[in-house]
């Protein structure tokens, strides 16, 4: 905890751009939760102003009843004066700020270098530009997403701008090669954008390489065509006949005759529909030759585990390792293997502890997109060595997917391919709210109109159908039917893709009733990729409702060790605090059932489990006010409780009915 201080300069330094990372005197400093990271994050991006209390509490609880999210507003104040210390937030009545002599934050001092102008800081701000803002931050409320999505996009502008200009001053310089790679940089975070196309064909050009700066041209025609329908802007046009003028040789082939061969520059290396990554030989920093085995085996398990997840294309280990001896960047490396990310690591040993750090790149703008480190004890080696690679590759998927998801939100929505689509709709799908879950559904329709045998996307919508009800979303009389009929489709498609078995498991456990085949699929998503988050966390809810529950506490645990982060959790959660309920670990289950709808308020079925564990606890006026607190936003009676069924075991579902009497629902 912090101490009052009046120091001159700043005590703590708040990273916002990539990962969220605040930092002390004493090295990093966790918050307790997501939301009091968003408030601090907020607070930070807008100092010196100061925010009325009422923004703030619409900002991160406005789900909340008024009198709820002011208080939730008071005691994530309180919490941060108690890490940060009382200098850190100056309040005034209503409103609220950030002290900038206690905390620094990297947003504020990127607007600086990006207002100065100069190379130099020019240089320093497409640095410190790591990745969007907060990008592991993620608030269940829409105002948060209104306004974190309109800041991405405006600090997204200020990078680009900044590298584009930083590009001019090195090519005025002389200094081609940094101004090549300064254009490429600024064309991986937006290909669409022509200014940094226009950066490197000028850059090309200086470096002799004109031959390649015309067909990056062409490269571009064909891009925006594909993608915008258009044509380039009269500068991209005329700065290509400037080229042509200036060197007549490299002007387009007359007909008949045959151009030669002339690879794409990286940026502009075209890719196939799915992501691609190559995962790099981890380095063995312990100065222990032995232990290179396993630093190699660790990065195949990695490769293996990857290659589980459909969504990706994965380089093969051979290839992967065959570069390790080149002499070639990681950077290079991807720019001849044609990807978009890559994944590195290193190891250490110390004493009987093993230290894997791992970092997920974009290849084009070397940006970073996601990082991390796992302590391990060395006990076994390969149970250490499976540990290590599968926790890598549970989080190394979202990652990327996120990553595609923001790509795909910033293209224009008039030039959306079914793909495009899809990774649009995903964002919505784990959004956890009815309005989320109601244009999921709108946007896989949208993707299967244009390609209708995709399996992501049929099992994608299946799910949307099946969780729409439990969400209050509007669903027709025959959305269970289609959902069947969906994932079916979508196992017949591949049946090696986890995702799909999952999602039939599912389907045809809950809304089907087939509780037998429901998990046969569902074991099977696990046997298939033993790294999904998702896979084990459908069969430790099917084991939940079907009344296996210690199976289930085991496996949901799994999932959320597996992806910590991950945008399911409130879900697997209700099937922790309800194995819990059923077990008689009410203590369990309270604490699990806040858990969940913390990290989503419109999640209605864990209020309701934790009203259940309250009652069992003996807490009974708790447990009233949940329930009036549910009833104000989605009331729901015994009979609505009794058709859903989320318990199969009829003395599981009696004792749980009974609860919800108690709590106050109504019959």
């Known amino acids: 905890m912090a101490t009052t201080t009046s120091a001159a300069c700043p005590i703590f330094s708040l990273s916002l751009l990539g990962r969220f990372v605040l930092t002390g005197p004493d090295g990093a400093v966790s918050l307790p939760n997501k939301k009091l990271a968003g408030l601090l994050a907020f607070l930070a991006c807008m100092a010196p102003d100061p925010q009325s209390r009422e923004k703030l509490s619409t900002l991160l609880w406005g789900s909340y009843l008024d009198a709820q999210a002011k208080q939730n507003l008071r005691q994530a104040l309180f919490k941060l004066r108690q890490i940060l210390g009382q200098d850190a937030l100056r309040s005034d009545g209503e409103l609220v700020s950030l002290n900038a002599m206690v905390i620094a934050c990297d947003v504020s001092q990127f607007e600086e270098l990006v207002q100065d102008g100069s190379r130099d800081a020019l240089s320093a701000a497409a640095d410190l530009y790591r990745g969007r803002l907060a990008d592991d931050i993620s608030v269940g409320e829409e105002c948060w997403s209104e306004w974190v999505a309109g800041e991405r996009e405006r600090l997204s502008e200020l990078a680009l701008g900044a590298m584009v200009t930083l590009g001019g001053h090195e090519l005025s310089e002389g200094r081609a090669e940094q101004a090549l790679r300064t254009g490429q940089r600024a064309n991986a975070l937006n290909n669409l954008r022509e200014d940094s196309h226009r950066l490197i064909m000028r850059a090309l050009s200086a470096t002799g390489r004109n031959a390649e700066a015309l067909k990056y041209y062409r490269d571009v025609v064909a891009l925006l065509k594909r993608e915008l329908s258009t044509e380039p802007d009269l500068a991209t046009r005329s700065l290509a006949a400037e080229l042509r ?33 190559v995962v790099l030989p981890f380095s063995n920093m312990s100065g222990d030759p032995e232990q290179d085995y396993f630093a190699d085996g660790v990065t195949a398990d990695i490769i293996t585990a990857l290659s589980r997840f459909r969504a990706l294309v994965v380089i093969a280990r051979g290839t992967s390792f065959a570069l390790r001896d080149k002499g070639m960047t990681s950077q290079q490396i991807a720019q001849q293997l ?87 709709a995903l964002h919505h799908l784990w959004g956890g709210t009815r309005e989320d879950i109601t244009k999921a559904i709108d946007l896989l329709r949208q993707s299967l109109s244009l390609d209708e045998a995709r399996s992501p996307t049929l099992a994608a919508l299946a799910w949307g159908l099946v969780m729409a009800s439990p969400l209050g979303a509007h669903t027709s009389p025959d959305a269970t039917t289609e959902a069947l009929s969906l994932a079916r489709r979508a196992v017949e498609q591949d049946g090696t893709d986890a995702f799909a078995h999952a999602v039939y498991g599912f389907t045809l456990f809950g809304p089907a009733g087939d509780n037998d085949q429901g998990r046969i699929h569902a074991v099977e998503a696990v046997r298939l990729n033993p790294s999904s988050a998702f896979a084990w966390g459908t069969l430790g809810m099917i084991d939940s409702m079907a009344g296996d529950y210690e199976n289930a506490v ?31 670990r009410h ?37 009233r006010e949940i329930t009036r607190r549910r009833d104000a936003t989605q009331k729901t009676t015994i009979r609505d409780l009794r058709a859903m069924r989320f318990f199969k075991q009829n003395d599981a579902l009696e004792r749980y009915l009974s609860a919800q009497q108690v709590a106050g629902v109504a019959d």
């Not at 949901?556 to 059923?582: E, I, K, N």
Request: net charge negative; charged share 20%.
């Open 554 to 584: 085991t496996c949901l645990h799994r999932s959320l060790v597996l992806s910590p982060y991950d945008s399911m959790l409130h879900l697997w959660m209700t099937g922790l605090t309800a194995s819990c309920f059923a077990l008689g």
């Open 338 to 424: 044609g990807v978009q990310y890559v994944l590195s690591g290193q190891i250490r040993k110390a004493g009987n502890r093993i230290r894997v750090s791992a970092e997920l790149t974009h290849s084009g703008s070397e940006a970073q997109v996601w990082s991390d480190r796992y302590d391990r004890p060395l006990t076994d080696i390969f149970d250490l060595q499976d540990d290590v690679s599968s926790s890598v590759a549970a989080v190394v998927d979202p990652a990327v997917r996120s990553a595609e998801i923001e790509r795909a939100r910033r293209k224009p929505p008039t030039n959306l391919s079914a793909y495009d689509l899809y990774l649009r």
């Open 245 to 277: 003028s200036n060197h007549p040789q490299n002007a387009a082939p007359a007909a008949g005759e045959v151009a030669p061969e002339a690879s794409p520059p990286p940026a502009l290396v075209m890719h196939g529909e799915r992501p691609s990554l």
């Open 587 to 623: 203590e369990d289950g309270i604490a699990w059932a806040r858990k969940s709808v913390q990290h989503n308020p419109g999640n209605g079925t864990g209020h309701r489990m934790l009203a259940a564990n309250l009652v069992a606890a003996g807490r009974l006026e708790e447990a």
